[in-house]
């Protein structure tokens, strides 16, 4: 971004926060999404972040790149910050007695079910790791940053980025390996009910008499 668009934002220029959600809502909500696993989330997130872009607008460097790495550290610390919040929400809400039945929607989800499998395995994976290493590999792997960026956006050493990202990358591997393995051979009772079927349909002798 150029000095003059930087100058506009931090004077609070409305055009100027438009096109800065135009260029960089779609990767701030990419960022968002892969730290939660929840798209409602990541959305609630993205608000959040503009909210604060909006509040800290003062703070833009006057001369400098791209903003990306300045708002994904945002976007970090917001999801860091919901995590909190969540948190003692849960906590909260375990103290409580349960709540009545709701109806089953299982019919309007189905289609959504493989999906969310999928997701579950990987935040299962990625909740594994430490915040620290999460967040490194996040920007420095899925949002692409070089390790410049991704140190700007969280505000450690370049070095420290290198040895996270290389030890989230060693864990990850080995943590995929136990959480993404391919389904398991049926269970004997499965296969005894395969066998059942089988016997079921079995065809006659062919004297127009069925099996005794």
């Known amino acids: 971004m150029e000095p ?4 506009r934002l931090r004077a609070g ?6 096109v800065l959600f135009r260029e960089y809502g779609r990767a701030v909500y990419n960022h968002c999404f892969r730290l939660t696993g929840d ?16 509040r800290m607008r003062e703070k833009v460097e006057p001369h400098g790149g791209s903003l990306l790495p300045w708002l994904l550290g945002i976007a970090t610390h917001v999801v ?9 929400h849960r906590a909260l809400m375990e103290r409580m007695p349960p709540p009545a039945p709701l109806p089953d929607f299982a019919d309007e989800v189905v289609g959504r079910l493989a999906d969310q499998e999928r997701i579950a395995a990987v935040r299962k994976t990625l909740d594994q790791l430490s915040r620290p290493d999460r967040e ?6 899925w949002a692409g940053l070089d390790y ?19 030890r989230a990358r060693r864990r990850l591997e080995k943590l995929a390996q136990q959480n993404l393995r391919p389904d ?13 079927r089988h016997e079921a349909v079995r065809p006659s002798t062919g004297n127009g008499r069925g099996p005794r």
């Open 4 to 7: 003059l668009f930087r100058a």
């Open 13 to 18: 220029d409305e055009d100027s926060f438009r």
């Open 39 to 54: 798209w409602s989330v990541a959305e609630d997130c993205v608000s959040l972040v503009y909210l604060e872009v909006w």
């Open 80 to 88: 860091h910050h919901r995590r909190r919040t969540a948190r003692r």
């Open 136 to 141: 490194v590999l996040a920007l420095c792997v």
């Open 148 to 166: 410049a960026a991704t140190a700007e956006a969280l505000g450690i050493p370049v070095g420290t980025v290198r040895s996270r990202l290389s």
């Open 184 to 196: 398991r051979e049926p269970t004997a009772a499965a296969r005894q009910q395969t066998g059942d």
